[in-house]
């Protein structure tokens, strides 16, 4: 029996997933490990290893086209195993589920021309590409792509009417179904996805501002505009999980804002100590220093300690009850093109600050190339947003959850303070702790706030 | 004036049923076997014996095919007799019967004679019977045309559609689950029907329809009870009447809640649930679906006779509670 | 046909049963009848090979004295429940071939309106409450027609024709407990042709004689020569009688013969040219009663040739009833399958 290479799920809520490029061809030889594909998924690109050793055969896996998670995508032969047309025939329902059924393929074997049906072919260099099972492409429905995924008729019909497009609605069903929420969440917010459905979490942007809800359907916003007047980008997985977990996490967490100012001079001197103080590592690219603290860096620090110092702030919360945390761990917000991930520092309130820099380092590079494997952007119990860089004095950001706190990051910056009745220069910066009040209330927020500044500004206590 | 209303089980409704067609109409008659001095298997005609004597509560021999033959043919001259099986089960014997002759007769006549008939069936699990005397066969019976096939779910049904059965100038098949025999409801004194061919429901609810037959409806209501301290509000359908079926009803129900569960003790394969389902999927209202049908039905073993296996071979509350909340979860 | 002639005549005191009961014209009448039997049948069949009937039809082509004898002493609201060999049965009863014809045909003229065919015959109006295709299938229905009889106090007498192959169906044996238990009504007619399809009832049935399975529900047994007219009405008179009189049920074994197959597909691989030929040539009931129709001066040869000229014509005006019909309209396929509620 030939081996089956399948669309493996390799995200908790994934339901479909593309390949973004084969590294291997059709009757190519593999080796069991060797590097077959990569995925795309919402969050991050993963590289696929061959299940066997043999010959790459039936490879019907496009790239860039969604495909179901389990569909097989490719076969492995083992070395003299006999490939012929009873293997064929029986793979016949192996189908990216995006393949529009206009393009049916009936590509011939090596030899020539041959029909298409199965039970002629016997050496096909590629099976016809049907319509997945139970999506008829006589039965088209109007507007509507024929290659859209799982949805219920209720769904169906309530996109059709709304002329909505089935294919740009994630489903937060069962198997990536789209049910009836799902479309009203688009339609909601004119087209874009979103789903209050009380799914597992993922790694989640937090840093941005969240959607306007606009009871808008894609016809209705583009009238606004001159034909012409723009281009339209399809949404890629990550946008539509953006929004969706976005809507959500607006739209269920009751937030809530706490704002103070910290010093930072104190910390900014030992940060520059601690910075001159690094060893030198030889690296690829010359001698280094072995860690350079960033300011964030210590801000994760500090964060991490004020929750182990108020643990009753690093909680989630659940319907049936309180989930206390025992670590400290913070996601930051990393932005990437077309995005952001929340990569998350594990145990933070544990790891030395060079430890938590140069692990950020790694984390952010892999989450630009989209290299992040999800248990390195799922969970965490609060998160980090700086948008001190842009020079943003103060912001609100939206709360990720399963956590029940986010801290926004302003700029440093030199402010003129009154101390002691005097008035005098200090580096001061912003921030801002958003709370989910059924989690964590006011002056619960305030105490955990308050342990911040005074890691911060007593900043020896991140050292210890 | 309204009737009196009293709580009487659902035996005794069906008893009060008879005696009333008895009164009314000299054709009614009861048949069967030990519904005499004996009172009945489960004591449903009880002592209708005494009251309207053995020329019309008549103990048949042990002989199901004969009998039920004798009680089709006294209807095919003018009768209205209301046979009694002493268990479903035993329509095996009687299945030429009531599917060649009852059924067809006006057919294969060309309309020239209607079938009268009534026959009552003791149905279901529950009572440790074990395997032979146990089944809920109505479905074998809805496939036929020709049958009316009910099952009464309440004492009031009972009664009600007892009466709409002797008056029904074609035969009806009454589904009357063993368990049912002792419940107790309101019962209004005196004659009323309650229609055959139409579905009740029995509890409103916006997002999902439990569709139930017989035993499963109170089940059905119980577990919705439940459900709605979760938050689930659950509409449920008595069906009542398997054919003709209340297509409409249904169909009502889940363009409303977008959701349909069909609650059945009978074997789930090839049951009630799958024809309801199959229904709905070929309706106007497939189009409303927000989630995959889902049937709940007995295992497809014979009903075994110790307690707990017997239990968990058809389904319980908490199945019914758990299969609803997946679906209006979205789980399945 | 229900009444005894008053009109017996002294001369004829030594004469069988029927010549002594019926009048001559009544008589003359009988062998219209098997006649109109025996013709209908083989109409049919020729319409069968012409293609002009689907299906299949059971003939009962030698049997008609058992027919006829049976349903003699029977009122007009008498009933008879019938089998699917019921086409004697059915016009001994009264029935008009024309309409029977029209039901062969499938025609809306038909007794059944084109829904049951040859093996569902039936003629309510004449007490034929249908024939059927469940060997045995009348035989309880029969009893409740009785068990009605007897509740609404009609005075109907039932008869439930079947056949040898019937007798050892369970439903024989249940109704005939009933009826003998509940002392209803009716009468069983067992014609035993000798085969239940291709199985003899040597080889299926225990006992030696069908009548004597009658002794096993306390009721009288009696065994005729159903190839003589005489000899069944006058077994039938006596049943009828009986029933009437509240004493209950009776088992007739009505020893006949069956001229052609089982149904249109039977071979006849069960049975000999020279068995079938016997029967036909020596036995045929109606040679035999016309022969003593004759043997006694009931008719003479004119009288004959003029009643298989009356048959022969109603039997060709039948056929054309039939052909010029309307069939059934498509869109009526439902109807009859439930009673029609105002």
Redesign the interface.
């Given at each position: 029996m030939p081996t089956e290479v399948i669309l493996p799920k390799v995200d908790m809520d994934m339901a479909t997933g593309q390949i973004s490029r084969w590294f291997a061809e059709e009757g190519a030889h593999v080796k069991k490990g060797d590097v077959l594909f990569e995925i795309e998924t919402d969050k991050a690109a993963m590289e696929i290893d061959a299940p066997a050793s043999g010959v790459l055969r039936d490879v019907t896996g496009k790239e860039g086209v969604d495909i179901a998670v389990g569909a097989a995508v490719a076969w492995i032969y083992a070395d003299g195993e006999a490939y012929g047309a009873d293997a064929a025939a029986a793979k016949q329902d192996v189908a990216p589920i995006s393949t529009p059924a206009g393009e049916m393929s009936t590509k011939s074997t090596e030899g020539g021309a041959v029909a298409p049906t199965s039970h002629s072919v016997t050496h096909p260099s590629a099976l016809p590409s049907l319509p997945p099972l139970g999506i008829s492409p006589t039965r088209g429905e109007i507007g509507q792509s024929p290659s859209a995924g799982r949805a219920t008729p209720l769904a169906r019909r309530l996109a059709r009417e709304a002329g909505l497009n089935l294919s740009t609605v994630s489903g937060t069903g069962p198997h990536g179904r789209v049910v009836k929420a799902d479309v009203d969440a688009a339609i909601a917010g004119g087209g874009a996805q979103a789903a209050p459905a009380a799914k597992a979490p993922a790694g989640v942007p937090a840093a941005a501002p969240a959607a306007p809800v606009k009871a808008m359907s894609d016809d209705q916003v583009l009238k606004l505009f001159e034909q012409g007047s723009y281009d339209l980008v399809p949404h890629d997985n990550m946008r539509k999980t953006i929004a969706r977990r976005l809507v959500e996490a607006k739209t269920t967490i009751p937030h809530f804002y706490l704002t103070l100012d910290c010093e930072l001079d104190a910390l900014l001197a030992l940060r520059t100590q601690i910075n001159a103080a690094a060893p030198v590592k030889k690296t690829d690219k010359g001698d280094a220093p072995a860690y350079k603290l960033s300011v964030n860096d210590m801000v994760i620090k500090a964060m991490a300690m004020a929750l182990k110092a108020v643990p009753d702030a690093n909680a989630s919360w659940t319907e049936s009850a309180m989930v206390k945390h025992k670590h400290a761990d913070v996601g930051v917000a990393v932005s990437i093109p077309g995005g952001l991930i929340t990569p998350i520092i594990r145990k933070a309130d544990e790891k030395t600050l060079s430890t938590i820099s140069n692990e950020m380092k790694d984390l952010a590079s892999r989450a630009r190339s989209r290299k992040l494997k999800p248990e390195e952007y799922q969970g965490g119990t609060t998160a980090v947003s700086n948008l001190g860089m842009f020079g943003i004095k103060d912001f609100a950001a939206v709360i990720n959850p399963p956590h029940a706190t986010i801290l926004a990051v302003g700029a440093g910056e030199e402010r003129a303070v009154v101390k002691n009745g005097e008035i005098r220069i200090a580096t001061m910066m912003s921030v801002t702790l958003s709370t989910d009040h059924r989690a964590v209330d006011g002056a619960l927020g305030a105490e955990l706030l308050v342990a911040f500044k005074n890691l911060l500004e007593n900043p020896m206590g991140l050292l210890v | 004036m309204d009737a009196m209303v009293r709580e009487l089980s659902y035996a005794q409704a069906i008893q009060e049923a008879m005696a009333i067609a008895m009164d009314m109409d000299e054709?009614v008659?009861l048949m069967g076997e030990d519904i005499g001095v004996y009172g009945g298997a489960f004591q449903v005609t009880g002592d209708l014996v005494e009251r309207y004597g053995a020329?019309r509560v008549i103990d048949?021999?042990i002989?199901e095919?004969?009998?039920?033959?004798?009680?089709?043919?006294?209807?095919?001259?003018?009768?209205r007799?209301i046979f009694e099986f002493q268990f479903s089960d035993f329509a095996t014997l009687a299945m030429?019967?009531i599917v060649?002759?009852a059924a067809k007769?006006?057919?294969?006549?060309?309309?020239?004679?209607?079938v009268p008939v009534v026959m009552r069936f003791p149905a279901g699990s529950g009572t440790g019977a074990a395997a032979q005397h146990s089944q809920s066969l109505e479905a074998w019976l809805g496939h036929v045309?020709?049958l009316?096939v009910i099952q009464p779910a309440t004492p009031y049904d009972a009664k009600g559609m007892l009466l709409a059965a002797v008056a029904d100038?074609?035969p009806v098949m009454i589904f009357e689950h063993k368990l049912l025999y002792k419940m107790k409801g309101p019962v209004p004194e005196g004659y009323y029907t309650v229609p055959i061919g139409k579905a009740d429901i029995r509890r409103e609810g916006r997002d999902l329809t439990i569709v139930a037959t017989s035993i499963m409806v109170q089940k059905a209501l119980d577990a919705a009870a439940v459900l709605e301290s979760e938050g689930i509000d659950v509409e449920v359908v008595d069906l009542r009447t398997i054919r003709p079926m209340d297509k409409q009803t249904v169909i009502d129900s889940v363009k409303k809640t977008s959701r349909l569960l069909c609650v059945y003790e009978a074997v789930k394969t090839l049951g009630i649930g799958a024809e309801v389902s199959a229904m709905i999927a070929e309706s106007e209202a497939f189009d409303y679906l927000d989630a995959p049908i889902v049937r709940l039905g007995g295992a497809e073993t014979p009903i075994p006779y110790n307690p707990e296996l017997e239990k968990v071979t058809v389904p319980q509350i908490p199945d019914i509670i758990t299969a609803a909340r997946d679906l209006v979860k979205g789980v399945r | 046909m229900a009444t005894a002639s008053k009109a017996v005549t002294n001369s004829r005191a030594n004469l069988p049963f029927v010549y002594r009961q019926y009048s001559a014209e009544q008589l003359k009448q009988v062998l219209h009848k098997m006649y109109l039997v025996r013709r209908f049948e083989e109409g049919a069949e020729e319409c069968y090979t012409r293609g002009l009937i689907h299906g299949t039809m059971h003939l009962s082509i030698g049997q008609e004295a058992s027919a006829m004898g049976i349903c003699m002493p029977l009122a007009e609201d008498d009933?008879i429940?019938s089998t699917h060999r019921g086409h004697g049965h059915c016009i001994a009863k009264g029935a008009e071939v024309k309409r029977m014809f029209a039901e062969f045909f499938g025609k809306t003229t038909?007794?059944?309106?084109?829904?049951?065919g040859s093996m569902?015959i039936?003629d309510?109006g004449k007490g034929n409450?249908?024939a059927?295709?469940?060997v045995g299938?009348g035989?309880?229905?029969?009893?409740?027609?009785?068990?009605?009889?007897k509740?609404?106090k009609t005075g109907k007498v039932v008869v439930s024709f079947f056949g040898d192959g019937a007798n050892n169906e369970?439903?024989f044996?249940?109704?005939l407990?009933?009826a003998a238990?509940w002392k209803l009504p009716v009468i069983f007619v067992c014609e035993n042709n000798g085969y239940g399809m291709s199985t003899s009832t040597a080889r299926s049935t225990a006992v030696k004689n069908i009548a004597e399975r009658a002794a096993a529900y306390s009721m009288p047994g009696v065994i005729v020569n159903g190839n003589i007219f005489s000899e069944v009405a006058e077994a039938s008179h006596q049943a009828v009688a009986r029933a009437r009189a509240g004493e209950g049920p009776t088992l007739i074994e009505s020893k006949t013969y069956r001229h052609r197959g089982h149904s249109k597909s039977d071979r006849n691989r069960y049975r000999t040219k020279e068995e079938i030929e016997d029967w036909m040539s020596n036995r045929d009931p109606i040679t035999l009663f016309e022969s003593e129709l004759r043997e006694f001066g009931f008719i003479d040869d004119k009288g004959i040739e003029a009643i298989r000229d009356a048959v022969a014509q109603e039997i060709a005006e039948g056929i054309e009833f039939a052909k010029a019909s309307p069939s059934p309209d498509i869109s009526e396929t439902g109807?009859?399958?439930?009673?029609?509620?105002a």
């Open positions: - | 054709r008659f020329d048949t021999p002989s095919l004969g009998g039920a033959g004798v009680a089709v043919g006294a209807a095919l001259t003018g009768m007799p030429e019967q060649n002759q007769m006006r057919f294969m006549l060309g309309g020239e004679v209607s045309p020709g009316k100038p074609d | 009933q429940t038909g007794y059944c309106k084109g829904r049951g569902h039936a309510v409450l249908g059927n295709g469940i299938g035989i309880p229905i029969a009893v409740g027609a009785a068990l009605s009889s509740m609404m369970g439903a044996h249940e109704a407990n009933m238990v109807n009859y399958v439930y009673t029609e509620q």
